[in-house]
């Protein structure tokens, strides 16, 4: 079928979006780097790593979020022994920012541990397979990076080539740089918040992440759509009670419990799921170069065989 590599390179893209924003990707973190940090830090501890001294200036337009919150983010993330501040020595008016040495070492550990799970799907495939799997995700994510000009684009991949060291098979080491660029590319990206605000949709990604999984999985309380994002039980309701607005979700009480309430995706929701499925899937097609009937076919084998090597997307799609 014509979307087939399409369709499975969402899946790989998706499934690593919903997870960077899940309770599950936090622990994680928490349980590799012994830092216990919520998923906005995290997001900026990960955007120095493997760089020097930014600017916040600079933070604040790569993560999309204003100078104000970015500098309380930084203040919160010294207090914690997380960054260190100090003067931009060609302009005293500017603040670098870098990881301490123990923060850089936990995200090295952290980097090697995610990938490791990467890497593990490929056990057991031939160098020549390995190669062309590397090839396709270079082009994958160089769409990605041309569809989206304005998201970070991290060197993560080059701390990951230089901690990897120096006896990988040059096909692993290609397909290893494609998935860590890729991977820590839409783990930083709010690429739903720009297919979101194409559609002219006021929705943003949380509440979007939210009503997507109602669709998927069905009718869940206040709180446990809370547990799923991993955000306090107020602004998961605040989140709810925009859908439910737009008339994309409905409240009833619990049958068990009248005291609690049960949120359903209505038809218009699963309606606008859908639509917003259609448009990434034709918006993502669009920005694939020309390819060849063979070609296309052989990354779609490729890309599935590697897709269904990783069972945490089954959880977090």
């Given at each position: 079928m014509v979307h087939e590599l399409e369709r499975t390179a969402l899946a790989w893209i998706n499934g690593i979006a919903v997870l960077a924003n899940s309770p599950l990707h936090t622990d994680q973190f928490?349980?590799?780097?012994?830092?216990?940090?919520?998923?906005?830090?995290?997001?900026?501890?990960?955007?120095?790593?493997?760089?020097?001294?930014?600017?916040?200036?600079r933070i604040a337009d790569a993560l999309?979020?204003?100078?104000?919150?970015?500098?309380?983010?930084?203040?919160?993330?010294?207090?914690?022994?997380?960054?260190?501040?100090?003067?931009?020595?060609?302009?005293?008016?500017?603040?670098?920012?870098?990881?301490?040495?123990?923060?850089?070492?936990?995200?090295?550990?952290?980097?090697?541990?995610?990938?490791?799970?990467?890497?593990?799907?490929?056990?057991?495939?031939?160098?020549?397979?390995?190669?062309?799997?590397?090839?396709?995700?270079?082009l994958l994510v160089s769409c990605l990076h041309r569809a989206l000009p304005d998201q970070p684009v991290l060197s993560i991949d080059?701390?990951?080539?230089?901690?990897?060291?120096?006896d990988l098979p040059p096909a692993e080491r290609a397909a290893g740089r494609a998935i860590v660029a890729g991977v820590t590319w839409i783990g930083q990206s709010q690429g739903f918040d720009d297919l979101l605000a194409y559609l002219g949709s006021p929705i943003r990604q949380p509440a979007f992440l939210a009503l997507r999984s109602l669709v998927a999985h069905g009718p869940m309380t206040v709180s446990e759509v809370a547990r799923e994002q991993g955000v306090d039980r107020s602004l998961a309701s605040r989140r709810l009670t925009f859908l439910a607005e737009w008339q994309?979700?409905?409240?009833?009480?619990?049958?068990?419990?009248?005291?609690?309430?049960?949120?359903?995706?209505?038809?218009?929701?699963?309606?606008?799921?859908?639509?917003?499925?259609?448009?990434?899937?034709?918006?993502?097609?669009?920005?694939?170069?020309?390819?060849?009937?063979?070609?296309?076919?052989?990354?779609?084998?490729?890309?599935?065989?590697y897709v269904a090597a990783l069972d945490f997307l089954d959880r977090s799609r």
């Open positions: 928490a349980t590799a780097t012994g830092m216990a940090l919520g998923q906005a830090d995290i997001r900026m501890v990960e955007f120095l790593s493997g760089q020097g001294p930014v600017p916040i200036s999309a979020i204003d100078l104000a919150q970015a500098s309380r983010q930084v203040a919160r993330l010294v207090t914690g022994g997380r960054v260190l501040r100090s003067p931009d020595p060609d302009d005293g008016r500017r603040t670098l920012v870098t990881l301490t040495p123990a923060t850089a070492a936990g995200l090295d550990a952290w980097l090697m541990l995610w990938s490791s799970v990467h890497r593990d799907a490929l056990s057991g495939w031939v160098a020549e397979d390995v190669a062309e799997l590397a090839e396709c995700l270079t080059d701390r990951w080539d230089a901690l990897v060291g120096r994309y979700v409905t409240h009833t009480p619990a049958p068990d419990d009248r005291r609690r309430r049960v949120v359903a995706p209505t038809d218009a929701g699963a309606e606008f799921v859908r639509l917003v499925a259609d448009t990434q899937l034709q918006l993502f097609h669009s920005t694939l170069p020309g390819l060849t009937a063979a070609r296309r076919r052989r990354w779609t084998v490729l890309m599935q065989r």
